[in-house]
């Protein structure tokens, strides 16, 4: 009953500490404590990820928490073994104790509880064998023993798990039948083999696989160990041979990009001297990237006036066609852009882009695009449409040249790069973390940004909405690109890969409708909240997309445990996730017709935004404990 539950807490909480230490205890009802939740009267659900909390956690909590569904520790510095009680809970479906210091053998009552769904011990420091007995978990579709110290053999265990990982451990023999469809990677650092990793030595085709065991017991080299050896001998070889030609082969693809604009030049009828590679010459521009033009391909081009532009394109006078004030109201000529250091930002579908910074400083970003199939005239009319969009969360497009060899579209550069790069690029110190309040002013600006296009009317989309297609200003405000493009390229170019972003109604990549962008946005905004890449290997291992992988953890579980680490020490702010979590599951409906509207995505967002900076700005609520307690109703 609830009062027992209560007192368990209690006890929990002065053993363990951390920010069960701001629970109101004096309130009967436990229900109302931060990371507890109940139903009907019972203590379903303990959440507390990233609490803080730290030792032993003692016996006898868990006897009395018996309706547990959810029990959720991970991140926290919980040591000791864990107690034998927790076998009393047989209601758990899910167990989270991942990144904590809990120590001794994997249990044996985990066993018991039969309704297990998910089981995650990874990174802590367990040790001993994984119990054979774990085979009765018949329910179980994601067991994570990965960094620990566990060893032994792996047991054949027969489950059709969905996740699985032992990587890191000190395991040993040949992996179990059952588990040769994981990835490779389920396996890593161990002394394992068999499939999916290298065939275990000594085994001759059709007599079983042998157990690590078994293997000890035989000595010497058989005829299939030292066939195995000479093998490996000979594919190691062709490996190095081929990382050898691989590096050659990267050092060219450098140089010829290093010279990239230097090209256009010489397409457009200067006379470029022969290139020199620049990561050999110095870089003139002083970019750390080092691509720029030669400084004799700019000197020769200085002297080449504009009269040899006119050559191209069959006699007319072609010049890069402005919208509007020109670029920080400065205009300049094509000769000027080329003359440019330039560095390459990257490569996209459409093309390549580059950062070139011109003369008096002003800096650019420049998409060279590629496969264009449309006329001259088609692709004005085209053009002009995107530069005609002005709003302040898009990326503006200042200015294009169209020749027949060259199409060139000239960007105001993003000093602070993309939101994927930002998301999934290094994490490492140094780096501004996202925090809640950035990231849902970005989910807004973003919003804010294609409801504009969207507004333009119906025919009007983005149509390829992506975390590298939003970059940042200074103060990281968004700015949506690349809007419109996919129009003017032909099919080679449209995005054919698993892009992880596209609605699954989705054909023809050059028409996408609004309703498409809205999916696209949810996957966007999913992103955003777990940090997970929708392109995440560990994701598409599984043959899981973002959404789908968020629903199953949303159904069965608490919501908030998808949340990305860096988010968890915003709990105050746990409500309005949950419901940003919500409105992206909706905008990632499999029917385009369940989705909201770009405009109705962006007034629930402008909502949630504006209760959030009325709770932090209310003198009322800024106590931590206070905002916790509203927030884990
Ligand atoms: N205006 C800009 N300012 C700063 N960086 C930019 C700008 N435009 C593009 N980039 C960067 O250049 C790189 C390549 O961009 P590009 O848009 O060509 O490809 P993409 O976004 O990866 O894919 P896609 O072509 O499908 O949109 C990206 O990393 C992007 O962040």
Redesign the pocket.
Known sequence: DLSSSRSALISLSSAVGGRTLLWNTSNINPCSWSGVMCKNDAVVGLHLPGFSLSGKIPNGVFKNLTSLKTLSLRYNLLSGNLPSDLGSCSELRNVYLQENEFDGEIPEFFSQLRNLVRLNLASNNFSGQVPVSLKNLTRLKTLYLQDNNLSGVLPELKLELDQFNVSNNRFNGSIPVSLSSMPVTAFQGNKLCGKPLQICPGIAAGTGILTGDERKKKKGLSGGAIAGIVIGAVVAFALILMIIVFICGKKKTKKSSAVDLASINKQLGYDVPEEKPVGDTESGGGLGGGYSVSAAAAAAMATNGSAKLDEVGGGVNKKLVFFGHGVGGRLFDLEELLRASAEV?????????Y?AVLEMGTVV?V?RLKDVILEEKEFKEKIEVVGAMDHEYL?PLRAYYFSRDEKLLV?????T??L??FLHGNKGAGRTPLNWELRSSIALGVARGITYLHSQGPNFSHG?I?S??V?LTKTYEPRV??FG?AQLVGPSST?NRVSGYRAPEVIDSRKISQKADVYSFGVLLLELLTGKAPTHALLNEEGVDLPRWVQSVVKDDWASEVFDLELLRYQHAEEEMVHLLQLAVDCAAQYPDTRPSMLEVTNQIEKLCSTSSREASDPNSTSFADADEVSSH
């Open positions: 930002l990257g490569k996209g579908t459409f093309g390549t882009a950062k970003a998409k990326v960007f105001d550069y993003m000093p790069g993309s994927s790069a390829n992506k590298s297609n970059l690109s690349d493009l995005p």
